[in-house]
C-alpha cells in the first residue's frame, strides 16, 4: 500500500470544479515497474510520484505514458508540498527546473512553452462554438479549443482534447495554458472545461507561468 493523495488543481474561486490529480508524497513506495499501471488504473489524466521532498524531483504518468512536464501536476504537487511542510522553490520533473511561486491563495509555475505537448491551438469565433463541442470532436488528438470572451480584459474561454494521451477531454490543462500565454505573449484568465480557472501570464524567452487554486479531496492508502 501508498499513500495518496487526491486533488482538484485550477479550481474556481469557491472551490468547486478542477483537475483531479492523484499525487504520492513518497514516490518510492511505488516500485518504478508498477508506476505506469497504477496511473492508468487510477485513470487521472495525470499521477505524480515524487522521488525527493526536500529537491522537487518528481515524475508524472499520464495514462499512456510519462510526462517531462505538465501543468496541472506541477501546480498541485506544489501546493501540496507546502501544505504538508516541504515548501520547494522548484520543481524538477524531466523536462528541468519549474520554479513555484504563491500568490495568496494561488500556486504558480513557471515553464518553457516547448516542454507543452504538441497542442494544437485553435481559436473559434465565439464561446458558444466552444461550448458546443461534442467531446471529443471527429479527428482530435491534441486540440485545444479556444476564444475570447472579453479580449480587451485578455479572458478566454477553452476545451482541451489530449485524445492522444489517453485522455477524451481534459478539465483544466495547465500546459496548454502556457503554449497559448507563450503564442498571445499576454496575461490570460482562461475558463476551461466545465467551471475551472486558470491564470497565466508570459514571462519572455519562451517561458511563462500558470497558476490557480487547489483543493485537497482526501488522502487514502492505495494498493500498488
Do not use: K
Not at 469557491?14 to 515497474?33: H, I, M, R, T, Y
Not at 529537491?55 to 499512456?64: D, L, M, N, Q
Not at 480587451?152 to 497559448?180: H, K, M, N, Q, Y
Not at 505573449?185 to 490557480?212: C, F
Amino acid at each position: 500500500m501508498a499513500t495518496l493523495h487526491v486533488l482538484r488543481v485550477f479550481c474556481a474561486e469557491d472551490g468547486s470544479w478542477g483537475n483531479p490529480l492523484g499525487v504520492f508524497l513518497d514516490g518510492s513506495e511505488v516500485p518504478e515497474a508498477q508506476r505506469q499501471a497504477v496511473a492508468v488504473a487510477l485513470g487521472y489524466s495525470e499521477t505524480v510520484f515524487v522521488e525527493d521532498r526536500e529537491s522537487g524531483v518528481c515524475r508524472i504518468f499520464a495514462p499512456e505514458g510519462e510526462l517531462p512536464f505538465a501543468g496541472h501536476p506541477a501546480v498541485g504537487t506544489a501546493w501540496l508540498l507546502e501544505r504538508e511542510g516541504h515548501p520547494a522553490p522548484v520543481l524538477r520533473p524531466a523536462a528541468g527546473e519549474v520554479e513555484v511561486r504563491r500568490e495568496g491563495a494561488l500556486t504558480f509555475v513557471a515553464a518553457r512553452a516547448e516542454w507543452s505537448p504538441p497542442f494544437e491551438l485553435i481559436q473559434l469565433p465565439l464561446p458558444e462554438d466552444v461550448e458546443l463541442l461534442p467531446s471529443p470532436p471527429p479527428d482530435a488528438e491534441m486540440a485545444y479549443f479556444w476564444t475570447w470572451e472579453d479580449e480587451a480584459a485578455g479572458v478566454v474561454r477553452s476545451r482541451c482534447f489530449p485524445v492522444v494521451a489517453g485522455i477524451e477531454e481534459d478539465e483544466a490543462t495547465g500546459s496548454a495554458a502556457i503554449s497559448l500565454c507563450t503564442e498571445l505573449g499576454r496575461e490570460l484568465t482562461i475558463h476551461q472545461g466545465e467551471g475551472s480557472l486558470l491564470r497565466a501570464r508570459p514571462l519572455g524567452d519562451d517561458r511563462a507561468e500558470v497558476g490557480g487554486r487547489v483543493v485537497l479531496d482526501e488522502v487514502r492508502e492505495q494498493a500498488v
